[in-house]
């Protein structure tokens, strides 16, 4: 798995590529939880070029998405692969995330 | 056609884990999407055993032994960690709020959603758990 994050105006966007699984979740909720406590709490995840997410990828997603709904922030999705979006499905996590078809549709949308 | 795999119980083997099941749902005639299937339910099964069963990496091994045979997949998975009720594991709360929500269990909702079997044992000294997946349409 790897992480790449730029600013785009007030809003940070992370992209990750390759597999998020047990071995990979706590790099990706770590790398989450540094931009949170740089108060950089408007998110977009990038996960277009994410091959594969288990349970343990969600599990840091949703840590991240509670602590910064707490500060009026946001975590938002883009571009999920059918694989990565038939996971969020089936955690109930569609009606949870704000998904964006793309980087730039999520960007705008703060 | 019956493959077996061996691996530490560590984190960084589910991807060969994963890469294996691959294979053997090619074997089974099964398409990408139930390919996925069984190793997400492979995936979320072996997670719960190195982090309840075994408690921790590096406490014991995994075997995962495939059965491809057209249109069905049986995979077992076999581990050597203290025996594992499934009933006492709660299900995730998939509440409507994101402050409602706790998605501890969600590797065994998994398995149960995706796969057509989901069965736990104990023998051999260990949980066996098979999991059976069946091409549809």
């Known amino acids: 798995m790897d992480i790449s994050t730029e600013e785009l105006k007030s809003v940070s966007v992370m992209g990750v590529s390759g597999r998020v699984d047990s071995a990979t979740a706590p790099d990706l909720e770590n790398a989450l939880k540094k931009l949170v406590e740089t108060e950089k709490t408007q998110i977009v995840l990038d996960l277009k070029n994410v091959e594969y997410m288990s349970s343990a990828g969600l599990r840091a997603m949703v840590s991240t998405l509670k602590a910064v709904k707490r500060v009026n922030g946001d975590l938002r999705l883009a571009s999920p692969s059918p694989r990565v979006e038939e996971v969020l499905r089936l955690a109930g996590l569609t009606s949870i995330f704000s998904i964006f078809a793309s980087r730039d549709e999520a960007v705008a949308s703060f | ?137």
């Open chain 2, 1 to 137: 056609m019956v493959r077996k795999l061996t691996v530490p119980g560590r984190y960084d083997r589910l991807e060969e884990i994963c890469a294996f099941v691959a294979e053997a749902a090619t074997a089974a005639g099964l398409d990408d999407v139930e390919s996925n299937r069984c190793q997400l339910a492979v995936d979320e099964a072996c997670t719960n055993v190195i982090e309840h069963g075994y408690d921790g990496e590096d406490k014991g091994p995994i075997e995962v032994i495939c059965d491809a045979r057209l249109g069905e997949l049986t995979i077992v998975i076999q581990d050597f960690a203290a025996r594992f009720d499934p009933t006492s594991i709660p299900g995730p709360k998939l509440g409507a709020t994101v402050e409602e929500m706790a998605i501890g269990g969600l590797g065994l909702y998994f398995m149960r959603q995706v796969m057509d079997a989901v069965e736990f044992s104990y023998e051999n000294g260990g949980n066996r758990l098979t999991l059976v997946k069946r091409k549809t349409g």
